[in-house]
């Protein structure tokens, strides 16, 4: 499950680095703004070119990134030269962001490079996408289930500063709709999720609203209550779990346990909107490195994957900024 967070995106990148390099790969990925690009990226590539082609993405970004530096500092310098020569009454330095670090088609063009949509859509690995419908304000999820994905629907969350909305089915996207939601569809099944945030600020008290952290308790309350219902039910006579209104209670039953390692980067909103155009070569080589050690401590964790209570449908653990918290 990724999010979204500009170039905080570079922890998933990293985290799924790691991942691979353990053996383990999803069947099942959400994404929504820029976690919609990687996502679309490791769904969209043979499992051998995932790493590399994350890679690629990144350093290109990166490179234009610098270029677009470049040319502000070239602006900067031309400006201020024109003000000593008595041009113009006062400096007027052009504003750092007022140009996306990438344009649409640019964008565009690169996600084609490094993404295979047939692969996508033939249904190896099934991927979810999420964005806001700007007409209705509903949150939604282009699902390869049910929809053909293609460049729109991984544009559709926005994933960068300055980039439009896009236009689908003649409805209007932009935003975007929150990952972990996407698994109020799940089956009820041993699950092991890893849901990667880049940015998610520390609920409650004076930290911010985690939507992640919200939904993860609905989550829990859903599946508990399955579990619970599994419980009584082996606790029936016979003649009871015969009745009509009894088996359609039952069938909602479920011994199975979900497992949600939830890895945040920031939890800090000091400074978010830079962190988040922050692009630069050394920004995502230090979020890519922060990704790999959060994934490979959290898999070498002696409790984490260890079989949890009976009555539990969903453990929860978590590691904020490479700091591990109680287990919930």
């Known amino acids: 499950m990724l999010s979204g967070g500009g170039a905080l995106g570079a922890y998933q990148a990293g985290a799924y680095a790691a991942l691979e390099g353990s053996g383990v790969r999803p069947n ?22 995932r790493v590399a082609r994350l890679r690629h993405f990144w350093i290109e970004i990166g490179r234009r990134q610098q270029d677009l530096g470049r040319q502000y500092a070239d602006g900067w310098r031309s400006a201020f030269a024109s003000w000593l020569s008595g041009r113009r009454r006062g400096p007027r330095f052009p504003p750092a962001f007022e140009r996306p670090v990438i344009s649409t088609a640019a964008l565009r063009a690169m996600i084609g490079e490094v993404v295979d949509f047939d692969r996508i859509n033939s249904g190896g690995v099934r991927v979810v996408l999420g964005a806001v419908n700007l007409a209705t304000g509903a949150e939604t999820l282009f699902d390869n289930d049910r929809h053909v994905l293609g460049v729109d629907h991984v544009l559709a969350g926005t994933p960068f500063p300055g980039i439009p909305a896009v236009t689908i089915g003649r409805q209007l996207f932009a935003g975007s709709a929150i990952s972990v939601s996407a698994l109020d569809d799940a089956r009820p099944a041993d699950t092991l999720c890893l849901a990667i945030d880049g940015y998610d600020p520390i609920p409650g008290g004076h930290g911010g609203f985690s939507r992640s952290v919200r ?114």
């Open 28 to 49: 099942w990925i959400a994404g929504t703004a820029i976690g919609a690009i990687n996502a679309a990226i490791i769904a969209g590539s043979l499992p051998h070119e």
């Open 215 to 328: 939904d993860i308790v609905a989550l829990r309350r859903t599946h508990d209550l399955r579990r619970m219902i599994a419980l009584l039910g082996e606790r029936l006579p016979s003649a009871l779990r015969g009745d009509v209104e009894v088996r359609r209670c039952l069938a909602e039953a479920s011994t199975a346990t979900m497992t949600i390692l939830h890895l945040v980067h920031e939890g800090s909103a000091a400074d978010l909107d830079a962190k988040m155009r922050d692009f630069s070569p050394a920004a995502v080589a230090r979020r890519w490195k922060a990704g790999e050690s959060d994934v490979t401590t959290s898999l070498a964790h002696p409790r984490w994957l260890a079989p949890p209570s009976r009555l539990s449908g969903v453990v929860v653990h978590e590691l904020r900024g490479g700091v591990a918290a109680p287990p919930h």
